[in-house]
């Protein structure tokens, strides 16, 4: 079935380690987003991609890394994980460039990561 | 800065009450506003959203919203609230920078329903 998918859902990990989130989706949208999701802040936006190779920071992009070699494909990576990196991550695509009525963003089911 | 803000952290209404979710933002050009809304373990699904034109828009589910540009607000609205609507709503404003639509969130409003 298409759509976007996040793996894993859910990932225990300890602090200082290196971690991937992977996101995966089948509609060739151009533009992918991460985001995480913490009581009290709602969704804040932390890499986005218009396109493969291209890729830019969010407002809260420190400790992450994110690559996009595929389309389809836009991986989130922590690469010395700390606690307060605990939260749930949701990625997002969309195919319409942005103030266009069409313009929706497609979200994940979510990954929850703690950092212990 | 953008910002949206959403007053209630909480609200519990009956099943068969009306319903309405506050939502305001700070935007200095014309907004785009959108609701999502996010089922316990879900990802957030889109309910509707405003771009121009008319400023009562029409979603899934029942709901609707209404663009106040006056009052900064985009409050969301459900004239019969059933108990499959308890789930946390996110009201947010589309912003377009370096040809990117970037969204801002709202911190979210978490509605329960008394049966």
């Known amino acids: 079935d298409a759509g976007i998918t996040q793996s894993p859902r859910y990932k225990i990990t300890e602090t200082g380690r290196q971690v991937t989130l992977m996101c995966h989706q089948t509609?060739?949208?151009?533009?992918m987003f991460w985001y995480r999701q913490d009581l009290g802040h709602g969704l804040r936006l932390i890499y986005y991609?218009?396109?493969?190779?291209?890729?830019d920071k969010g407002e809260v992009p420190d400790g992450y890394v994110v690559s996009r070699s595929k389309t389809e494909n836009f991986p989130l990576t922590l690469e010395s994980a700390t606690r307060s990196q605990t939260s749930v991550y949701f990625c997002?695509?969309?195919?319409?460039?942005?103030?266009?009525?069409?313009?929706?963003?497609?979200f994940g089911p979510g990954t929850r990561l703690t950092v212990l | 800065a953008q910002s949206v803000t959403q007053p209630d952290i909480h609200i519990t209404v009956s099943e068969g009450a009306s319903l309405e979710l506050r939502c305001n933002y700070s935007?200095?050009?014309?907004?785009?506003l959108f609701w999502y809304v996010q089922s316990p373990g879900q990802g957030l699904q889109l309910l509707l959203k405003?771009?121009?034109?008319?400023?009562l828009v029409q979603g899934i589910k029942g709901f609707e919203a209404e663009f106040k540009r006056s009052q900064s607000s985009f409050n969301l609205r459900k004239p019969s609230v059933h108990w499959s609507d308890a789930a946390e709503y996110f009201c947010?404003?589309?912003?377009?920078?370096?040809?990117?639509?970037?969204?801002?969130f709202g911190a979210g409003t978490r509605l329960a329903v008394h049966p």
């Open positions: 997002a695509s969309t195919a319409t460039k942005p103030g266009r009525s069409t313009d929706t963003q497609y």
């Open positions: 509609w060739s949208h151009s533009y």
């Open positions: 991609s218009a396109a493969a190779d291209i890729t």
């Open positions: 935007y200095g050009a014309t907004p785009y």
């Open positions: 405003y771009f121009s034109g008319d400023t």
């Open positions: 947010a404003v589309g912003r377009s920078s370096g040809g990117y639509n970037k969204l801002i």
